[in-house]
């Protein structure tokens, strides 16, 4: 079974920028469409961003204009890097695979 990994969450101030990083064994992040997603305290986990196997990407709504995910074959990471954080960014950030299983997350807090 794949395994993901994300790690480069913090604590943030409000404006401020953090960048995400997800591993996994072998290839897979170049072979399959990639997906992040957040999950809040009491609440459910709500998708964030995606990029295809051909570097196509998607995003929600709410971080349109803000985030930005990317693949980085050279690293063998599919990073996401979050600009303009809100307090309402505050959650555990974890990604997969389409049909896969989440990691454990990075933990985003952004407060002054």
């Known amino acids: 079974q794949d395994q993901f990994v994300e790690s480069g969450g913090g604590l943030v101030q409000p404006g401020g920028s953090l960048r995400l990083s997800c591993t996994a064994s072998?290839?897979?992040?170049?072979?399959?469409?990639i997906l992040w997603a957040r999950q809040a305290n009491g609440k459910h986990r709500e998708f964030v961003a995606l990029?295809?196997?051909?570097?196509?990407?998607n995003y929600a709504d709410f971080v349109k204009g803000r985030f930005t995910i990317s693949r980085d074959n050279t690293k063998n990471t599919v990073d996401l890097e979050m600009n303009n954080l809100k307090p309402e960014d505050t959650a555990n950030y974890s990604c997969?695979?389409?049909?896969?299983?989440w990691g454990q997350g990075t933990q985003v807090t952004v407060s002054s």
């Open positions: 072998g290839n897979i992040l170049q072979t399959s469409t």
């Open positions: 990029i295809t196997q051909t570097g196509g990407t």
């Open positions: 997969t695979k389409s049909g896969g299983t």
